[in-house]
């Protein structure tokens, strides 16, 4: 915030505008900067996976858009979907239908304000940050249902349903895996997570102890089932539902969902390497060689990929649960896991430090 | 929409147009939530006639139209019809046709069994097998095309002999291959049957029992999938199977109960590699030979009738054959196996989950061109 602000301040005359016109110009800037980020961070990952499922399964992938190995077939891909016209089903609950997408996207965008890409690269660092994101993801369930609903469609429904059912479970240990990192820390802020693993890599929460080592499995299966993607991907489950609760979309409408699928995606390998693999700190102790010189949003982008790479790696190698073995892995291994974890962190937090 | 809040069903009609429906079959689900109560397959959207044309094209010119029946499986489905035909007129073929129609048959059944296992993983929602064993029965694909030009629907059994004989070096190519392909099998096994969610999804769903199966009669890998090591080719056997040394893979239940989606599935993967074991006997032996030595200059069989049942990849098919001893048939009557796999499937799946119906139908491995004919 404080950095694009002095950037702001090249505008001539910026010092003479009232405050209030100074905070909303710098909102504004703010929300510009997100927005244009997260369109071209999809476009990436949309890209990313198609490589990497097509290399997983002995083949090319795009290679022709672009010239060089494909690498503009997103942006031909988003075009696409920009042209198409937009249909909605007569039979549909027209507001709720236009109303779904949007917030499905409002609530990963939402999500952005808070993810710490540096000491100072940060939108706004809120002191109730992790449970602002905790907040803001679960909106995504009010959108998913609206979708489901307004649809008019019976796939659309179940879709819907089992999204609505399946992100709202695993929020739980989600939030309670959150939890282990919390109590060390003593603050929900993003930047108080990350400066207290600064120093290299044996103070990343991940190997601080074997509590928040498995929280860390914990939060990440867990963040799998909340952005839907394989092996919990049943609320667009393709050979079931055929394509779940965005059935019935198409063109711009469509690209919000899809748009939001892969942001959420880098949401939560985000939130994963803020938490536990110290954020924008580098691995390597001290001043080493690699170590401040490469810039903090650097190396949290790295890691986060790192994260998102395996996200896809799990997607293209296993098949889908069903939503009774979803919900017995929701309730009966991932809640109990979870606070154990948290009772182990705790028992730490009084008796050893 | 049928949403009825009194507890009540709501009806969900999966197809024809489905991804997981393996073709155009329409399932009529009645669902309470997730739970399907009643799943009714409806039948016929892709019905063409087959046994009506039969009676009024010449008997060779029957064997297109047969190969269009099972469509991932043709060579199978036209040897059925002209070893009927050849039954009929008294014909017999030499070793070398008879081998040649064996290793056919044989790679076709591995690219059959490739298909249904890729599919069967897509419908578990992993897509990277299904491309891994793509990659594979492209190959058999290519031997298939540099033998008889076409891809899927080949032509290539003639009654009395075959359409071509191979090239020179294709002995040497189908080795490649099964050289090639045997070890695939393990990767695919990792990759994919042994998978921990795979084996949950599939291990205690869709139970068939062996009597069930044999009551409804059930044939080929779904029946043996429930521990019946039945075979046409060990137990009726044509072309010389009597000769090769090879095993009837059957279901064992090692992670449920017998005759289960897995077991089903299983039994496929083994059969593949049983299919490697007779195609090495065959071309191993293969002797010289012409192989249109007993293509009849003209079909014209002697009045009468004739069953014959072969072992295809999806069970056993049966071509009964009246002929009234003109050039045409006067009536051919298919058995097919994925229409008996079919009429199991409402008892199966009964009381399943919407993720189950997907798993079953994949399991029975139904090819619509066959059921609708």
């Known amino acids: 915030m404080q950095s694009i602000a002095d950037f702001l301040s090249i505008i001539p005359y910026y010092d003479q505008f009232s405050g209030l016109f100074q905070n909303l110009v710098v909102m504004l800037a703010s929300s ?23 290399h997983m399964q002995d083949r090319l992938g795009p290679m022709y858009v672009g010239g060089w190995h494909g690498w503009a077939q997103s942006i031909a891909d988003s075009l696409k979907l920009l042209l198409k016209e937009d249909i909605i089903p007569a039979e549909a609950d027209k507001l709720l239908f236009k109303m779904a997408p949007v917030i499905v996207f409002v609530a990963a965008f939402a999500s952005f304000v808070v ?142 969902f899809f ?95 | 929409m049928e949403v009825d809040y009194s507890g009540e069903m709501m009806t969900l009609q999966m197809g024809p147009q489905h991804p997981s429906t393996h073709g155009v079959l329409r399932l009529e689900l009645k669902t309470d939530g997730e739970v399907v109560h009643e799943a009714i397959p409806h039948i016929g959207y892709l019905h063409r006639c087959f046994e009506k044309h039969a009676e009024n094209v010449d008997y060779p010119g029957v064997v297109p139209f047969a190969d269009r029946m099972d469509y991932v499986a043709a060579m199978n489905n036209e040897l059925g019809y002209v070893l009927a035909v050849e039954k009929l007129m008294g014909i017999e073929v030499n070793e070398r046709v008879r081998r040649l129609r064996v290793i056919m048959a044989e790679l076709n059944r591995i690219a059959s069994h490739l298909l249904a296992a890729g599919t069967y993983g897509l ?96 044939t080929g890998p779904n029946l043996r999938g429930s521990g019946v090591a039945f075979d046409v080719r060990k137990d009726e056997p044509y072309l010389g199977y009597e000769e090769y040394d090879f095993d009837v893979p059957v279901g064992r239940g090692e992670f449920g109960p017998v005759g289960s989606c897995f077991d089903r599935y299983i039994v496929r993967i083994r059969e593949v590699l049983e299919s490697c074991k007779i195609i090495r006997q065959a071309v191993a032996k293969l002797p010289p030979g012409d192989v249109q030595e007993a293509v009849p200059k003209r079909v014209k069989p002697a009045a009468g009738e004739v069953y014959m049942r072969t072992e295809c990849p999806r069970g056993e098919m049966g071509y009964y054959i009246v002929s009234d001893g003109g050039t045409k048939p006067y009536r051919v009557k298919v058995k097919s196996p994925c229409f008996t796999a079919m009429s199991a499937f409402r008892e199966i799946s009964r009381g399943a989950m919407i993720a189950d119906i997907v798993a079953i139908v994949g399991s029975l491995d139904i090819v619509l061109g066959e059921i609708d004919r």
């Open chain 1, 115 to 256: 993810l710490p890409f540096g000491a100072s690269s940060i939108v706004s660092d809120l002191n109730i940050g992790i449970l602002y994101i905790v907040a803001v993801t679960g909106l995504a369930v009010v959108g998913i249902i609206m979708a489901g609903w307004a649809s008019n469609n019976k796939y659309a429904l179940y879709g819907g349903m089992r999204g609505a059912a399946q992100i709202v479970s695993y929020e739980i240990p989600a939030a309670i895996s959150i939890m282990t990192v919390i109590i060390p820390v003593g603050s929900l802020s993003m930047v108080d997570i990350v400066t207290a693993q600064e120093g290299g890599i044996h103070n990343w929460f991940l190997f601080r102890n074997p509590f928040t080592f498995l929280a860390f499995f914990v939060y990440f299966i867990c963040s799998l089932a909340e952005v839907n993607r394989t092996p919990f991907d049943m609320p667009e489950a393709e050979s079931e539902l055929v394509a779940g609760y965005h059935i019935e979309y198409s063109g711009m409408r469509f690209a919000f």
């Open chain 2, 123 to 218: 419908d578990m929602g992993s897509f990277t097998p299904f491309l891994h064993c793509f990659r594979d029965r492209e190959r058999i694909l290519d031997l298939f095309e540099e033998t008889c030009g076409a891809r899927l629907l080949y032509n290539y059994n003639w009654i009395g002999g075959l359409m071509f004989d191979v090239l020179p070096g294709f002995e040497k190519k189908v080795i490649d291959f099964v050289d090639y392909f045997e070890p695939l099998v393990a990767d695919l096994n990792r990759l994919l049957s042994y998978n921990y969610i795979f084996v949950k999804r599939t291990a205690n769903v869709g139970i068939l029992s062996p009597e069930a199966a044999i009551s409804y009669g059930v």
């Open chain 1, 32 to 54: 510009v900067i997100v927005l244009g980020f997260i369109a071209l961070l999809a476009m990436f990952l949309v890209y990313l996976e198609r490589k990497v499922s097509a």
């Open chain 1, 259 to 353: 748009l939001a699928e892969y942001a959420n995606m880098f949401v939560v390998a985000a939130i994963a390497s803020t938490l536990f693999l110290g954020g924008w700190t580098s691995p390597l102790p001290g001043a080493w060689l690699g170590g401040p010189m490469v810039p903090g949003p650097v190396v949290f982008a790295l890691k986060a990929l790192l994260l998102i790479f395996v996200q896809m790696w799990l997607r293209w190698s296993l098949p889908r649960l069903r939503v009774d073995q979803l919900m017995h892995v929701c309730w009966k291994v991932m809640l109990p896991a979870s606070l154990c974890l948290v009772l182990g962190v705790g028992y730490l937090a009084v008796f050893w430090n």
